[in-house]
């Protein structure tokens, strides 16, 4: 059984919410083992207050940085000095950039030369040239829980969402090539594609994430589009998909 993928996970704490750090290490516990956590803030900031709360729970390294000058982003320097002395370390294999600024798609595109990937995590506000280097990149707001007043989660959420976002998926003419083009590419001779093949050309090719349309699996959201046949081979092991105009 191969070694786990290790990661190292690094929060612009001034760019993104504290609220979606659990769904952010749940997400990231699908590539691998989070052994680097650093929180990069001025934390004798009050507006970091929350994120102070999160730090020992989840085992996050603060990541001290005071504002020098005013007006200049010390915290995005440090993060990234930071990452580029993992990046030389060689001791993590992947990288996750928690934030919402694009100052650091040069960091991405750096980090991207060497081979390694980087999962990007940010709010819906995060400028695209970021979102677009990332492979994937999710919105935080997919990954925080749908609270009530009285903080409960909703039981229905999930549902209810999912079957707004029916609604619309045929109607989002990028989605729609995105996974025309992907079952093409990697179809046999029949017009089947493996679900596997399909998964690994996408994540190759774009920054797309199931999660931001609302499906934690992409065969949920294929299916959830009606634009595919669906067939479960090998036991119901394999799932094929292929495009049901052809």
């Known amino acids: 059984m191969p070694e786990p993928k290790r990661i190292a996970l690094l929060i612009d704490c001034d760019n993104v919410s504290h609220n979606a750090i659990e769904g952010v290490l749940d997400e990231l516990a699908k590539y691998g083992m989070v052994n680097v956590r650093h929180a990069h803030g001025d934390w004798n900031n009050p507006s970091l207050s929350g994120w102070?709360?999160?730090?020992?729970?989840?085992?996050?390294?603060?990541?001290?940085?005071?504002?020098?000058?005013?007006?200049?982003?010390?915290?995005?320097?440090?993060?990234?000095?930071?990452?580029m002395d993992l990046l030389y370390s060689k001791n993590v294999d992947a990288f996750a950039l928690m934030t919402s600024d694009s100052d650091f798609t040069p960091l991405v595109l750096r980090i991207l030369e060497s081979g390694l990937p980087v999962y990007g995590f940010g709010e819906k506000k995060t400028p695209k040239p970021f979102v677009d280097a990332c492979s994937p990149f999710i919105y935080t707001e997919n990954l925080m829980p749908d609270l009530t007043?009285?903080?409960?989660?909703?039981?229905?959420?999930?549902?209810?969402?999912?079957?707004?976002?029916?609604?619309?998926?045929?109607?989002?003419?990028?989605?729609?090539?995105?996974?025309?083009?992907?079952?093409?590419?990697?179809?046999?001779?029949?017009?089947?594609?493996?679900?596997?093949?399909?998964?690994?050309?996408?994540s190759n090719n774009s920054s797309f994430s199931a999660i931001n349309y609302g499906y934690k699996k992409l065969g949920d959201l294929i299916r959830a589009t009606e634009l595919f046949e669906v067939e479960m081979r090998n036991d119901g092991k394999a799932m094929y998909i292929k495009d049901a105009r052809k």
């Open 52 to 83: 102070i709360e999160r730090l020992h729970p989840h085992a996050i390294r603060p990541m001290q940085q005071f504002a020098y000058t005013k007006g200049k982003n010390a915290t995005d320097a440090a993060m990234i000095i930071d990452a």
């Open 149 to 202: 007043p009285e903080g409960e989660s909703k039981p229905n959420a999930g549902r209810q969402r999912e079957s707004k976002n029916r609604n619309v998926l045929k109607g989002d003419t990028s989605l729609v090539r995105l996974l025309r083009t992907a079952v093409e590419q990697t179809s046999e001779d029949d017009g089947w594609a493996h679900m596997g093949r399909v998964g690994h050309y996408i």
